[in-house]
T-cell receptor, first 113, second 112 residues
């Protein structure tokens, strides 16, 4: 069974530029999560989708971050414009509907200069 | 709000047992998890325990849960150099949906 796929693996941009990350969850997983992991910290949830609907986006900085999951499968997370403090690893995870157990992708490491 | 704490570092010799500890504050935890993160990699689910259990064993891994003290531990028997990584404990809790709250991670270093 294929795991959670993410791309790109690494991205370097300058502040005020835009960036987008892509995630493909495990087949059949209805729930998809985006986490931000700053160096030296544990991951923090940004947004949770159930199919193509948002369940929790309370920690998403909505003035610059947006995410969508239009067909209930793949998802994109966008930052526009990026700030220095957005440098982090962005992790995507997925789970079966109603399950607490989440499976993580390899992450995208973003460096904002 | 919920808070999960871990010690930052642990160093053990190859072949010894490792014990990684975690404390949490939320009394309505449903599941507690241990994830492993190797350099440059995502999070690998190692094991989890339901909040009404005291212990779970899975090959070299033993999870102990003390609900009264809100303390979770992960014991790795016969620790190998391949076990060197950062270990995160995490919880889900009632009313939190399936949101995972992570600790800060414990870096395990296994020395020869």
């Amino acid at each position: 069974e294929a795991g959670v796929a993410q791309s790109p693996r690494y991205k370097i941009i300058e502040k005020r530029q835009s960036v987008a990350f892509w995630c493909n969850p495990i087949s059949g997983h209805a729930t998809l999560y985006w986490y931000q992991q700053i160096l030296g910290q544990g991951p923090k949830l940004l947004i949770q989708f159930q199919n193509n609907g948002v369940v929790d986006d309370s920690q998403l900085p909505k003035d610059r971050f947006s995410a969508e999951r239009l067909k209930g499968v793949d998802s994109t997370l966008k930052i526009q414009p990026a700030k220095l403090e957005d440098s982090a690893v962005y992790l995507c995870a997925s789970s079966w509907r109603g399950s607490d157990t989440q499976y993580f992708g390899p992450g995208t490491r973003l460096t904002v200069l | 709000g919920e808070d999960v704490e871990q010690s930052l570092f642990l160093s053990v010799r190859e072949g010894d047992s490792s014990v990684i500890n975690c404390t949490y504050t939320d009394s309505s935890s449903t599941y507690l998890y241990w994830y492993k993160q190797e350099p440059g990699a995502g999070l690998q689910l190692l094991t989890y325990i339901f909040s009404n259990m005291d212990m779970k064993q899975d090959q070299r891994l033993t999870v102990l849960l003390n609900k009264k003290d809100k303390h979770l531990s992960l014991r790795i028997a016969d620790t190998q150099t391949g076990d060197s990584a950062i270990y995160f404990c995490a919880e889900t809790y009632k009313g939190g949906g399936n949101k995972l709250t992570f600790g800060t991670g414990t870096q395990l270093k296994v020395e020869l």
